[in-house]
């Protein structure tokens, strides 16, 4: 019923940038929280950086001033720009949305599959 799709993933060198985007498709009736969370080999996954309907944003401190999100709610489209890379930022990317089917205003997570950024010392 709901898909998120992410593109922008890469190979870059270090201090380099990439910039993620997140489409959300199918039955969207509201998007609350959306965000983005990397998974290292061997590491959990971790929140990288969140922004809310109101356009609040969180972003974890190894990332502040770096990442910036954003999104465009009539697109249902998140993104996340990321520079000065460095090779620690190696990892899978997925996006995760807060979604509402209905005027219900139910809920639910949804995930991206990921999309891969690699950084190179």
């Known amino acids: 019923q709901v898909q998120l799709v992410e593109s922008g993933g890469g190979l870059v060198q270090a201090g380099g940038s990439l910039r993620l985007s997140c489409v959300a498709s199918?039955?969207?009736?509201?998007?609350?929280?959306m965000g983005w969370y990397r998974q290292a080999p061997g590491k959990q996954r971790e929140l990288v950086a969140g922004?809310?309907?109101?356009?609040?944003?969180n972003y974890l401190d190894s990332v502040k001033g770096r990442f910036t999100i954003s999104r465009d709610n009539a697109k249902n489209t998140v993104y996340l720009q990321m520079n000065s890379l460095k090779p620690e930022d190696t990892a899978v990317y997925y996006c995760?949305?807060?979604?509402?089917?209905?005027?219900?205003?139910?809920?639910?997570?949804?995930w991206g599959q990921g999309t891969q950024v690699t950084v190179s010392s």
């Open positions: 199918g039955r969207i009736f509201s998007i609350k929280f």
């Open positions: 995760k949305a807060e979604i509402s089917s209905s005027a219900l205003y139910v809920f639910r997570d949804y």
């Open positions: 922004i809310t309907s109101g356009t609040s944003t």
